[in-house]
């Protein structure tokens, strides 16, 4: 059964839709691009998905990476 993901996290969106693996490699490799790809693809806005990925990049150990 589909759920709608609007109002998910973004970690909730991550595994709902099976792209955390994605989103891991993207992460530990700092791929900026794979980050907003991996993110789109979780339907992020394109304006929230290069934020996401610059903060992420930007700390990665505070995210955990």
Same mark, same amino acid.
């Given at each position: ?10 970690? =909730? ?7 955390? =693996? ?44």
């Amino acid at each position: 059964m589909n759920q709608p993901i609007d109002g998910m996290t973004v970690n =909730e969106r991550l595994a709902h839709l099976q792209l955390f =693996e994605a989103f891991d490699a993207a992460a530990t490799a700092r791929d900026f691009d794979r980050l907003v790809d991996v993110l789109l693809r979780a339907r992020l806005s394109r304006e929230q998905a290069e934020q996401t990925a610059r903060a992420l990049i930007a700390n990665p150990k505070l995210y955990g990476f």
